[in-house]
RNA sequence: GCCCGGAUGGCGGAAUUGGUAGACGCGCCAGACUCAAAAUCUGGUAUUAGCAAUGAUGUGCAGGUUCGAUUCCUGUUCCGGGCACCA
C-alpha cells in the first residue's frame, strides 16, 4: 500500500468537515485557550507560499492545545474592505462587494487545501452588515465619550456636561484646544452650535480641520503610516498636506496607557520599541519668553525643551515658520527678508525637506528677554522646528544640540558654552553629566540633577511647568473613499448628530459611479439620494472609515460572531478572554496592533468587556521572501536597424556578469553573438554592424528555472511564445539564470503557489516543509528543493505501518526499553520544542525518531501509536489515516478522531539512566570518560573523581586548584 | 543620523542555563538493488596535513573575562528591519 497523501488529505478533511470537530462552544469544562491569526485581505492575487507560514504555526499550535486538554477558539475571517478592491472596481467596472466575495471564495478553497483546524463557523468579514453594524456602534461610543483625566479613562459625554453646567470646564481642561475656558454661567448661555462644538473637541471620535496627508492619486487622505518616504503605500503617488474636515480619533488621550500596557503583553522587545517610539513619550518642560516687543502690545514665546537644565546656554529661540507669533513679532526692516524665507519655505515639497537637510532660517528682528539673566535673545524661524510638535517653537542651545550648533554656525550666531571643557566648540554635546558653568544658581550642578531645580523655579515665578510630550498623533478616521463602513453621522446646521443604535446598520449603498465627489468628498457625496435621504432632515456624512476600523476589534467578535443584540456578549468575553497567542507579521507593528489596543482599552472602559489588552502573546512570523531569476537579455543596436530586426538573444549568467562588470563582452562572447549573427542573417552578415550592446536582466518565472537551470523549452513557451525563437548563449550546455531575494510578487514572477505544492506532494508535506525552512519568526527566502526530505520523511514513517508486498506490518508487541526510551524523549523534545514556538526542530526530532525506528525495525503500535499524537498538530491527515490504522489492529474500532486524543506525556523514568559516561577534562583540555552514577551528589562526584586512577596520576599528589564542575554535561578538574 | 535584530560548512539551519560546534534536511561523492532509470537502502561529506591512526585551525573581524566562549563584555565591519529635523 501506497501512501496515496491527496486521496487521504481529501478523505480526512471531508470527514472533519462532515462531523463539525472543529467548532467550539463558548462554555466547557475544558480551560479556554484562543488562538488567532490576523485575518487576511483577500486580494486578487491570492495565496502564495508567504502567507500560510503564520497560519500554520498558528494550526499546529493550535491543534496542540487542543491535544493537551484546551477548548481552543481558532476563527478566520476576512478584512474585507480597502482600497484595492475599490482600485479595481475603478478599473474594471466590478462592484467591490462582488469581487471581494469571489476572492474570499478563492481564499477559502486555497485555505482548506492546507487542513486547518479553523472553526467556519465563526468565520466574519468586516464588510458584512451584520458585522460593520457593531463598528458603527463603537464609532457611536467613541463619538459618545470623552476621557477624563482624573479617572484616567473614558466617559460618557453625557456625564461631562452635567459637570460643564455646575462648573465650567476648569477642571476638565479641553484635549482639543487649551484656549477654551469657560464658566458654568457662560455654558449655559451658549447657543446650540457653540456647545456642540466645544464638546467636538472632548469627544474621543471627534470632526476637526486639520492637516492631512493628501494624495491626488487617490483622491483621498492616508494615515501617516499609509505614506512611506513622501509617497502612497499603495500605488506609490505622491502626498502633500492639504487642510480638509477630517474625522479622527483621539488617540493621544490612550498614549501613556498604550505605553504602559506594553510592559503586561508578551511582544518581542522590537515590537514593543517600534511601538513606544511611535509613541515617542518625551518629558521636558514649557518655558516662556517674554517678547521685547517695539509696537505691538507684549506676548510671550512659549517654546517646548526636554533639557530645561540648559537654560543659560539659549542663544536663540526658533518659531516654526508656520507658528501664529511670527506675522505678529516680525519687525519692519526683516518683514521682506521673512516674506521671501516663507515663501521658499512653501515651494519646498516636503519630498524635498526630507531629502536634503539644508541649513535654512530667518532673523524675525523680534528679541526675547532671558527669563533668568534677562538677556536680549534673537527670534528666528526655520524650517527644522516643525509647526505640529510641541509648541511650534524651541529655545536653542548650540553647545548641547547638534542641529542649534549648525544653526549658530551657520548663521554665525556666538555661541554661549555652559559646559566648558565638555565642548570643544567643534561639536554640539548632548551629554547630561557634564557640571554646569556661566549658570547662575546652577553653577556646579550636574545637568542631570539641574533638570527639576530649573522646572521648580520656573513654576514659581509661573513662567514655565514640567510637560509631556507625544510624538503620536490623533489618528485619522476619515476616507474619501466608497468601500468603508459610513459613518452613523447626520449634519444639521453645522453639528453632526449621532445616529441611534436601532438605526443601525446604516447600510452603505451600491453605488455606479466611483469617481470623488467635489471639494475633496468621498464618491457617496455623489450619491443625492443616499445623503439626503434623511428622516427629519439633514445630509449623511459622505466618507466613510478607514481599513483599520473593522480590523480593530474583530478579535472580540469571533467569541460571539452572531449576536445581534450586542457586539459581543460579555458572558463570552469573560470565557474566552484575551487572545493567548496571537500570529501576524511585524507590518502591523503601529498601525493595527495600537489601534486594537486603544479600541480594546475603550471597550474596557465602558465595562463592556473585562480586559484592557486584546494579545496576551504576540508572535511575529517572518516574511517568506521570493527567490527570484533572471534572464540576461542582450540589446542591440545594429545600423539600418530599420530595415533589419535583431535577434533575441540571452546570455547565461557567466558572460553576463562579466559583462556588466567590465562593461565591455569578452572575446569569447563577442565570437558567440557573432556566431548568432552569421546564422541569423545569412550571408548579409558583412553588412551587419552593430554600434553598441547592453545587457538587461529581465525576470523569468521561478516556475521555469530548475535552481538556476533554465527550462528553455519552457522559457520559449512563455507568454504566448514571446521568445520563441530567441537565442540563447549557454555555459556548459546550460543557461544559468541570476538570482536575488525580493519580496514575493506576481510582477517579479517569484511567487510559489502553495496549491501545486499540495497536489504534488500533500498538505501534510507542505505544511511541515513550511516550519522545517527555519524559525517562524525568521524571515527568508523559499526554496523548494528540500520539500523532498520532508515528502522523505512521511513516506518513510508510512512505511514503518505498510510494506508494500506484506502490507500492514504494525504488531501488539510489547516495546523493548531502548524503543520506550525512544518515544518518551521524542516526546519531550518535540512538546519542549512547541512550546517555545521552535516548530523547525520539533520537525527534525520527528525525522530522527523516524529514523532511529526505521533502524530499529520496531512496526510497535505501543510505540507508534502515541507518536502519531504527538505528529498530529503537524500533519494532521497522515496521523489521523495511520492512528485510525493502528486502532483497528488494535481492535478499538469504535471511531474517535485523532483531534480528540490525548497528547502523550513525558514518562521522566525512561529518560533516567542508572549511569552516565561523562568526558573528563583537565584545564578544560578533553583527556578521557569516567562513569558515574546519575544519583551521586556533588561531593560523591568529587570523590569518585579523584579516585579515579588516571586522575590520581595527573594530580601527583597535590590536591586540585578549583572545584570540580558537574553540569549534567561533563567534569572538568582544574590544577 | 538614531533605535532594534542578525552574521555558524557548498546551501537552509541546530546547539534550550558559559560545557564535546555543525543536529536535522538539501546538495554532492561512493556503494547496494536494477538490463536501465526512478524509488529505496548503506556509507562519506567544516577546512587543512596525512594511506591511516591522528594533529592543527575553525562560529564576520580585533581584543577582553573564564579552566572552558557561537553563547558574556569592549571596539569594529557588513547585512536586515523600524524611525527620521520630535527640541
Not at 539673566?373 to 522646528?385: A, Q, T
Not at 474619501?480 to 438605526?503: H, L, V
Not at 496521523?879 to 497528547?903: C, P, T
Not at 514518562?907 to 570518560?929: A, C, F, I, Q, W
Request: with cysteine; net charge negative.
Amino acid at each position: 500500500m501506497e501512501y496515496n497523501f491527496n486521496e487521504i488529505e481529501k478523505k480526512w478533511q471531508a470527514t472533519w468537515d462532515e462531523k463539525g470537530i472543529y467548532h467550539v462552544q463558548d462554555n466547557s469544562s475544558k480551560p479556554a485557550y484562543y488562538v488567532l491569526d490576523m485575518f487576511p485581505y483577500p486580494s486578487g492575487a491570492g495565496l502564495h507560499v508567504g502567507h500560510p507560514l503564520g497560519y500554520i504555526a498558528s494550526d499546529i499550535f493550535a491543534r496542540y492545545k487542543r491535544l493537551e486538554g484546551f477548548n481552543v477558539l481558532h476563527p478566520m475571517g476576512y478584512d474585507a474592505f480597502g482600497l484595492p478592491a475599490e482600485q479595481y472596481a475603478i478599473e474594471h467596472g466590478v462592484p467591490p462587494a462582488e469581487s471581494t466575495s469571489k476572492n474570499i471564495q478563492n481564499f477559502r478553497s486555497q485555505l482548506d487545501h492546507l487542513g486547518f483546524s479553523y472553526d467556519w463557523s465563526r468565520e466574519i468579514k468586516t464588510a458584512d452588515p451584520h458585522y460593520y453594524k457593531w463598528t458603527q456602534w463603537i464609532f457611536l461610543q467613541l463619538f459618545n465619550s470623552y476621557y477624563n483625566r482624573h479617572e484616567n479613562k473614558a466617559d460618557r459625554i453625557e456625564n461631562l456636561i452635567v459637570v460643564f453646567e455646575k462648573e465650567g470646564n476648569k477642571n476638565f481642561s479641553c484635549p482639543g484646544n487649551d484656549a477654551t475656558i469657560f464658566s458654568a454661567e457662560m455654558w449655559n448661555g451658549f447657543e446650540e452650535k457653540m456647545k456642540m462644538d466645544i464638546l467636538m473637541n472632548y469627544r474621543l471620535a471627534y470632526c476637526g480641520y486639520g492637516e492631512v496627508n493628501w494624495c491626488e492619486g487617490l483622491g483621498t487622505v492616508l494615515a501617516n503610516d499609509e505614506v512611506i518616504n513622501g509617497v502612497s503605500e499603495r500605488g506609490g503617488f505622491p502626498v502633500e498636506k492639504k487642510t480638509l474636515r477630517q474625522w479622527y480619533l483621539r488617540i493621544t488621550e490612550y498614549a501613556d496607557r498604550l505605553l504602559e500596557g506594553l510592559q503586561h503583553v508578551d511582544f518581542s522587545e522590537s515590537m514593543k520599541d517600534m511601538q513606544s517610539n511611535w509613541i515617542g513619550k518625551s518629558t521636558g518642560a514649557e518655558i516662556s519668553f517674554e517678547l521685547l516687543d517695539n509696537e505691538n502690545q507684549t506676548k510671550n514665546i512659549v517654546v517646548y525643551t526636554t533639557r530645561p537644565d540648559t537654560i543659560f546656554g539659549v542663544d536663540f529661540l526658533v518659531l516654526a515658520p508656520e507658528h501664529i507669533l511670527v506675522q505678529k513679532i516680525i519687525t519692519k526692516e526683516q518683514q521682506q527678508e521673512i516674506e521671501k524665507y516663507i515663501g521658499y519655505m512653501k515651494s519646498r515639497s516636503e519630498r524635498e525637506r526630507q531629502a536634503e537637510k539644508k541649513i535654512t532660517g530667518s532673523f524675525t528682528g523680534a528679541y526675547a528677554k532671558h527669563p533668568f539673566s534677562g538677556n536680549l535673545i534673537p527670534v528666528w524661524i526655520s524650517e527644522y522646528v516643525l509647526a505640529g510638535y510641541g509648541t511650534g517653537a524651541i529655545m536653542a542651545v548650540p553647545c548641547g544640540d547638534e542641529r542649534d550648533f549648525k544653526f549658530a554656525r551657520h548663521f554665525d550666531i556666538p555661541i554661549t558654552n555652559i559646559i566648558g571643557k565638555d565642548f570643544n566648540g567643534e561639536a554640539a554635546n548632548d551629554t547630561k553629566d557634564a557640571i554646569l558653568e556661566k549658570s547662575d544658581f546652577l553653577d556646579g550642578l550636574r545637568m542631570r540633577d539641574a533638570i527639576q531645580i530649573v522646572i521648580q523655579n520656573l513654576a514659581e515665578k509661573n513662567i514655565g511647568k514640567a510637560k509631556v510630550q507625544y510624538k503620536m498623533r490623533d489618528a485619522a478616521f476619515s476616507r474619501q473613499r466608497y468601500w468603508g463602513e459610513p459613518f452613523p453621522i447626520i449634519w444639521k446646521d453645522g453639528i453632526a448628530y449621532p445616529m441611534t443604535e436601532n438605526e443601525l446598520p446604516l447600510l452603505l449603498p451600491p453605488i455606479k459611479d466611483l469617481s470623488p465627489g467635489l471639494n475633496g468628498e468621498g464618491p457617496l457625496a455623489n450619491n443625492r439620494e443616499w445623503i439626503e435621504n434623511v428622516p427629519g432632515g439633514g445630509v449623511r456624512e459622505s466618507s466613510t472609515m478607514p481599513g483599520y476600523a473593522g480590523s480593530s476589534w474583530y478579535f472580540l467578535r469571533y467569541m460571539d460572531p452572531h449576536n445581534d443584540q450586542k457586539f459581543c456578549d460579555k458572558k463570552a468575553s469573560d470565557y474566552w478572554g484575551q487572545v493567548d497567542l496571537y500570529i501576524g507579521g511585524t507590518e502591523h507593528a503601529v498601525g493595527h496592533l495600537l489601534y486594537s489596543r486603544m479600541w480594546t482599552k475603550f471597550l474596557f472602559d465602558l465595562g463592556t468587556i473585562s480586559f484592557d489588552e486584546p494579545f496576551k502573546k504576540l508572535l511575529n512570523q517572518g516574511m517568506i521572501q521570493g527567490s527570484s531569476r533572471f534572464v540576461y537579455k542582450l540589446n542591440l543596436d545594429i545600423e539600418n536597424a530599420s530595415q533589419l530586426n535583431a535577434p533575441v538573444i540571452f546570455i547565461s549568467k557567466k558572460y553576463a556578469d562579466d559583462f556588466l562588470q567590465k562593461n565591455i563582452a569578452s572575446e569569447e562572447l563577442e565570437n558567440k553573438i557573432s556566431e548568432i549573427l552569421k546564422s541569423y542573417f545569412g550571408n548579409d552578415d558583412d553588412q551587419i554592424k552593430i554600434i553598441s550592446k547592453n545587457i538587461i536582466p529581465i525576470h523569468a518565472d521561478v516556475n521555469m528555472v530548475d535552481g538556476f537551470e533554465l527550462d528553455i523549452n519552457a522559457f520559449k513557451k512563455w507568454r504566448n511564445n514571446e521568445y520563441a525563437n530567441a537565442y540563447f548563449i549557454l555555459e556548459y550546455d546550460q543557461y544559468i539564470c541570476g538570482a536575488e531575494v525580493e519580496k514575493m510578487s506576481k510582477s517579479k514572477f517569484n511567487t510559489i503557489n502553495p496549491d501545486d505544492l499540495v497536489l504534488k506532494y500533500g498538505a501534510d508535506t507542505f505544511r511541515m516543509y513550511e516550519m522545517f525552512l527555519g524559525p517562524v519568526e525568521q524571515s527568508k527566502p523559499w526554496d523548494t528543493k528540500g520539500i523532498e526530505g520532508v515528502h522523505r520523511f512521511l513516506k518513510k514513517l508510512w512505511r514503518l505501518f505498510f510494506d508494500e508486498t506484506k502490507g500492514n506490518i504494525i504488531t501488539i508487541d510489547k516495546a523493548s526499553p531502548a524503543e520506550m526510551k525512544l518515544l518518551h524523549s521524542t516526546i519531550k523534545k518535540v512538546r519542549d520544542d512547541t512550546e517555545r514556538f521552535s516548530f523547525n526542530t520539533a520537525v527534525s526530532a520527528f525525522m530522527i525518531a523516524v529514523n532511529e525506528l526505521a533502524t530499529l525495525k520496531c512496526h510497535k503500535a505501543e510505540i507508534l501509536e502515541p507518536l502519531l499524537i504527538l505528529l498530529a498538530p503537524y500533519a494532521p491527515h497522515i496521523a489521523e489515516e495511520l492512528y485510525q490504522h493502528v486502532r483497528g489492529i488494535q481492535q478499538k474500532n469504535n471511531y474517535e478522531s485523532i483531534v480528540d486524543a490525548l497528547l502523550p506525556i513525558v514518562d521522566e523514568k525512561y529518560l533516567t539512566e542508572t549511569s552516565k559516561e561523562y568526558p573528563l577534562s583537565v584545564n578544560g583540555k578533553l583527556r578521557t570518560t569516567i562513569s558515574i552514577s546519575l544519583v551521586a551528589v556533588q561531593q560523591e562526584v568529587e570523590a569518585i573523581v579523584l579516585e579515579n586512577d588516571i586522575v590520581k596520576k595527573w594530580l601527583d599528589g597535590k590536591p586540585p586548584r578549583k572545584i570540580i564542575y558537574v553540569k549534567n554535561k561533563m567534569i572538568n578538574i582544574v590544577i
